[in-house]
Every structure is written in structure tokens, then in C-alpha cells.
């Protein structure tokens, strides 16, 4: 993963702007001293129950921090709009978080908070056990390692964030077609392959009439392409990138259908023009293929 930008939370008391925003919500009326501690009037803006943010020990809480961090990328940075990926453990802070944007005079419909649920993880049968408490964790870095990262990204974003996930890292190893990530790659290096074998033999498909393609598969492959520009703009719009992996998956089985029921470089001179068509297909789903991999930070294999 790349991150365009690191941000200090301690940059957020130096420069001033912890202050300017515990100021702001105290002159609205948004703030109140009891016992000793400084609540965040919640319960104005509709939550259930008002919120430290100053401890009676003079500490701020972490919620203090996200209001003023959320008040710097919506006001001093002026995003449009901000989306938070919390862990399913923090659901609970979603409303308070939501009233305090609001309370900075912000439409609280500018946030947007996706939840994402925890993480099983199995060899096969076997759950592996672990516990913050007991210290026995398993780090990404450790799954990546074992796995790749192209296991990892596929697999972590095949499931919607509200879904609970089970990762099996012995299935997402296996060289068959059991494993969506072998299953995909292969389907562009049997592309690739295609491509260079028609090379090999001097073939030029640049001419190529795709009137010809006819059959069934030939079909349903065109069609699978074609899904593509659309997908990418309802994933940005729903905030829902999951939908890109069982694409992926799917256009790999249209090739793999049409792959086994037509064939595509032929030597009989009778078939030049439907080779010519077919390989302008094959040189179509290349393309797809690549930029679908490619968005989802995964690898291109040419060979596997």
C-alpha cells in the first residue's frame, strides 16, 4: 500500500489547531465541565450519551484528536469528503464521531465510515488461534511473507468490508484453479502466451473483422469486457471495491470457456480470418485483463 501522506497526530497540538477547535466548540456551546473532566455535549446533536475529550487527569482523549483531525482535513484542507475504514470494534464511535463534525458546522453526510469486520485466519481445517491479550498475534507482513502480496490484496478485497473473513492460507497457494489468484493470473499469461505464439508465426490479426465472432463464449467474453468501465465508476460512486475481484474471477472463466471452445491460431488457411478475429479478442482481454490486475495493486504475469 502507498500513502500519499504520514500525519503527525502531534502536529495537530503544535501547530495550534488543538486549541483553535477546543476553542471553536466551546464558544458554540458544544462543550461543558463536570466532574472535573471536559465532555463533548453529544446529546444535543442526538447521540445517546455526551463524551469525555479532556480527562479529569488534564490527558486528551483520543477522541479529541479525531474531531480535531477531522476538522483539519474537512476545513484546513478543504477535502470534499472524508472516508474513515474503522475495525468492527469501534462501530459504537460512528454517531459521536458523525455529531462532531457537525458541530464543527460541517454536513455530517461529508463523512463516511466504513466498518470492516475481523479477520479469521485458517491453514485448511485449522483456526489459528490469536489474542492481543496473550500476545499471540499474526502481523500482515507475517501473512504476506508466507502467502504474497497478491494473495493478500486479492483476498482482502474480495470480501465487503461488513462481511466477516476467513482467510485460509493454504488454498490461496494452491497452483489450481481452487484458488482465485491463480485462477485470474493464469488467465492472462494463457492470454499473453496466445499473443506471443501468434507473433512466433508472423500473424497479423491488425485487420482483424470481429463480425465473425459468433459462438457463444466468443459472446459472452465481449460482454464480460465491456463491464469494466462501468464497474469502476459504480465502485468509486458505492464506495464498494469488492465488486473488482468477482469481476475478475468472472472474466477469467469467459476466458477459460472460450479458451477450451475456440480455438484461436490455427494453420489451415481456411481459418485466417477467424484466427485474425480471435486474436483481436484475445489482444482485447490482454488489455482488461492487465488493468484489472493492475487496479487491484496485483502482479502481471506473462508466465506461470
Known amino acids: 500500500m502507498n500513502s500519499k501522506n504520514w500525519f503527525s497526530e502531534r502536529s495537530l ?6 486549541e483553535e477547535t477546543i476553542d471553536f466548540l466551546r464558544e458554540k456551546d458544544y462543550l461543558s465541565e463536570r466532574d472535573g473532566a471536559l465532555w463533548f455535549n453529544s446529546v444535543m446533536l442526538g447521540d ?9 487527569s488534564g490527558e486528551s482523549t483520543y477522541f479529541a484528536s479525531d474531531i480535531v483531525y477531522h476538522r483539519n482535513k474537512l476545513i484546513k484542507r478543504k477535502f470534499e469528503s472524508v472516508v474513515d475504514i474503522w475495525g468492527a ?3 459504537g464511535h460512528v454517531p459521536r464521531m458523525k455529531s ?14 466504513l466498518i470492516c469486520q475481523m479477520v479469521t485466519l485458517r491453514r485448511g481445517q485449522d483456526v489459528m488461534r490469536v489474542s492481543k491479550r496473550g500476545g499471540n498475534l499474526i502481523t ?14 486479492y483476498s482482502f478485497l474480495a470480501k465487503a468490508p461488513s462481511t466477516q ?9 494452491k497452483e489450481s484453479n481452487e484458488n482465485p489468484v491463480f485462477y485470474v493470473q ?15 508465426r508472423g500473424i497479423d490479426w491488425s485487420n482483424g473483422d470481429i463480425s465473425l465472432l459468433t459462438h457463444p ?3 459472452d467474453l465481449i460482454r464480460a469486457l465491456l463491464r469494466l468501465p462501468e464497474l469502476v465508476d459504480e465502485m468509486a460512486t458505492i464506495l464498494e471495491p469488492h465488486h473488482l475481484p468477482h469481476y475478475a474471477t468472472e472474466l477469467a472463466n469467459n476466458f477459460h470457456n472460450f479458451y477450451e471452445n475456440c480455438r484461436v491460431v490455427s494453420s489451415n488457411e481456411s481459418d485466417t480470418a477467424i484466427t485474425a478475429a480471435r486474436l483481436k479478442l484475445v489482444e482485447a482481454a490482454l488489455i482488461v485483463f492487465r488493468r484489472t490486475l493492475t487496479l487491484m495493486g496485483m502482479t502481471v504475469p506473462n508466465r506461470m
Open 100 to 113: 462532531a463534525v457537525e458541530a464543527l458546522g460541517i454536513d455530517r453526510d461529508r463523512l463516511t465510515v
Open 217 to 219: 463464449s466468443e459472446l
Open 13 to 18: 497540538f503544535s501547530s495550534g489547531e488543538y
Open 186 to 200: 493464469y488467465a492472462h499469461a494463457r492470454n499473453a502466451s496466445i499473443i506471443e505464439l501468434a507473433r512466433e
Open 48 to 56: 445517546d450519551k455526551d463524551n469525555v475529550i479532556v480527562k479529569t
Open 89 to 91: 470494534d469501534h462501530q
Open 140 to 153: 500482515l507482513r507475517e501473512v504476506a511473507d508466507e502467502v504474497g502480496i497478491d494473495a493478500c490484496r
Open 165 to 173: 473473513m476467513e482467510f485460509d492460507l493454504e488454498m490461496v497457494k
